[in-house]
């Protein structure tokens, strides 16, 4: 069956990303995503707030300079600082649904995608030449990551969307994805991965390494699809994940109701409805217009039935996720 997915922002016009913006539209999934940098201010990362809601913040500085920096980072506390202020965000959401509202996702980073933004391009640089203290970082990362994800489902969130940005081929060989990438990404999902709950892994960015998809206990898997390969039929074929994709960003943001209509119909007719949840590769524009949210939800309840009224709503914890 295909469903529709949410994915909020803390940033936008008024609304966008709570309670209210999902209830106005009656979402499947709601996906909580705080600044790309909450997961790394606690390590001394100062950041540049956005001016703009469609740009993302930015990092002032670069925490780690020197090979050794990695062999100085120590386990976070998933309680404080900036991750306290995460669980906050969660109960906070999560306090104003109902049972019989859609899943909290919360947005967890991906181990690697913590060191790069800890380091920026240095990484790339430390990646080839200091590989021995970039795992000794990584296995920090890693443990933190897994003991946030851990306390964040148990303060509210009913699954975890995993986020992965260095998972490309433009970036990383095949073999240094295996090795700096899925073998941490494993160890960060270690917790999450025992518990009946939702978890996405999304692939961000072109070129994404999508064979190792597989290697992952995720439910479904989210990627560019518009903007890279694999198309939705091919994906179909190399796993047998529910799919999290079928909307362009910029189609969504730009173009009319009748044409996001074509192109959700599209993924709806190239899956035949099956193993389909309808969603934007990342985050919906903070910037879409109104009428064409309204014109996917519509398609959605009248093509095929929603996964709202199945097994994907927030009361049935006792059984596996039907993604």
């Known amino acids: 069956m295909a469903a529709l997915s949410q994915a909020g922002s803390n940033a936008g016009r008024p609304g966008f990303g709570d309670p209210g913006f999902y209830k106005r539209y009656d979402f499947d999934l709601i996906k909580l995503t705080p600044s790309g940098f909450y997961a790394v201010e606690d390590w001394g990362a100062q950041v540049n707030p956005s001016k703009d809601d469609d ?9 780690i ?10 386990t976070l506390s998933s309680t404080a600082g900036s991750y306290g202020q995460a669980l906050e965000a969660i109960k906070l959401v999560t306090s104003q649904l109902d049972k019989e509202d859609a899943p909290v996702l919360m947005t967890i980073f991906s181990p690697l995608t913590l060191a790069y933004k800890l380091a920026g391009d240095t990484l790339l640089d430390h990646l080839q030449n200091y590989p021995t203290d970039v795992h000794i970082g990584l296995a920090t990362i890693a443990e933190t990551t897994s003991r946030f994800a851990d306390v964040a489902l148990e303060a509210g969130a009913d699954g975890i969307f995993f ?5 490309r ?12 990438v899925v073998r941490y990404d494993l160890i960060a999902l270690e917790r999450v991965k025992l518990q009946p709950v939702p978890l996405v892994l999304h692939l961000h960015g072109d070129d994404a390494h999508f064979a190792t998809v597989n290697q992952y206990p995720a439910h479904a898997v989210s990627w560019h699809n ?3 390969g694999p198309s939705i039929p091919e994906a179909l074929a190399l796993t047998n994940k529910t799919l999290l994709t079928g909307l362009d960003l910029a189609t969504l943001e730009q173009s009319t109701p009748a044409e996001i209509t074509a192109q959700a119909r599209e993924a709806i007719e190239q899956t035949g409805g099956s193993r389909l949840i309808l ?3 990342c985050v919906i524009p903070p910037k879409t217009p109104e009428e064409n949210l309204q014109a996917i939800v519509e398609l959605d309840r009248t093509v095929i039935p929603s996964l709202s009224q199945t097994d994907a709503k927030r009361g049935n914890e006792d059984e596996r996720p039907a993604f």
């Open 226 to 228: 518009h903007e890279t």
């Open 169 to 180: 081929a433009d970036m990383l060989s095949e073999e240094m994805c295996q090795t700096f």
């Open 163 to 167: 986020a992965s940005q260095l998972s």
């Open 65 to 74: 300079k020197k090979p050794e920096d990695w062999r100085n980072l120590t």
């Open 279 to 281: 969603a934007p590769a």
């Open 55 to 63: 740009q993302p913040p930015t990092l002032k500085k670069p925490v």
